[in-house]
């Protein structure tokens, strides 16, 4: 099981939020960077970048990202991506899997020309989901959260990223059944990511062959650190 730190990055500091909600913002460091380093000095392969100021219509963060991916661990990278242009964009910053939107998996035609823009192994979507409800953005009605699963199955994804977005940040435990049925009904390797609290669950997530989970609060909070989450999450 593949063990993602979080680095959540908004106007350059790493922050947290409570379920996308920016009011609930918590700075847990000014130099993302850093954060960075640390994590793959303790062990880490990947690290999980989400550029805030996209999601949120401030810009963007392509120059942080682009340092970030040049450091020793492997970024996996999302915030409001949508297009094959923005998804190249962060390709060319050297990110190594880039997170699209649910939105776009649902367009067939401009999803599957994103694809074979992208290539599909150099992707994954991303099922931020409320009551088994994928979020399509703002006014958009939910839509199931396996038809977007299935629909970026079909264009050769094979990375979904699942956050219950009623655990986000809650530190609650993250929503494994949901996890393995959507992997299991789609076809799918999930990353389960929002409300992971404690090791024992990381131990439950890799015995039930989750294949990967990002961790954020809980590591900025001390409730582990990476290299006990990361022993967690490989067999012994």
Do not use: N
Request: charged share 25%; glycine share 12%.
């Amino acid at each position: 099981m593949d063990l993602y730190p979080a680095i959540d990055v908004r106007a350059g500091r790493v922050v947290r939020m409570r379920r996308g909600d920016a009011a609930t913002e918590t700075v847990y460091h000014t130099d993302p960077f850093a954060v960075a380093e640390r994590y793959a000095r303790e062990g880490a392969r990947w690290v999980h970048v989400v550029d805030l100021d996209k999601v949120f219509g401030f810009g963007d963060q392509h120059g942080l990202i682009a340092a970030l991916a040049r450091g020793p661990a492997r970024v996996q990278a999302g915030g409001g991506v949508t297009s094959a242009a923005e998804a190249e964009a962060l390709l060319a910053c050297g990110v190594a899997r880039v997170i699209v939107r649910a939105a776009a998996a649902l367009e067939p035609g401009g999803f599957a020309a994103l694809v074979a823009r992208c290539r599909a192994e150099r992707l994954a979507v991303a099922v931020d989901a409320r009551d088994g409800l994928a979020d399509l953005g703002e006014g958009a009605p939910g839509r199931p959260a396996i038809e977007v699963a299935r629909a970026a199955a079909a264009a050769g994804i094979r990375t979904i990223v699942l956050t219950d977005l009623a655990r986000e940040g809650r530190l609650g435990g993250a929503d494994l059944a949901g996890a393995i049925s959507l992997a299991r009904d789609a076809r799918v390797d999930v990353v389960v990511s929002g409300g992971v609290g404690s090791l024992d669950e990381l131990t439950r997530m890799r015995e039930a062959g989750v294949a990967g989970v990002v961790v954020g609060r809980a590591l900025f909070e001390g409730r582990f650190t990476l290299r006990e989450a990361l022993a967690c999450s490989s067999p012994s």
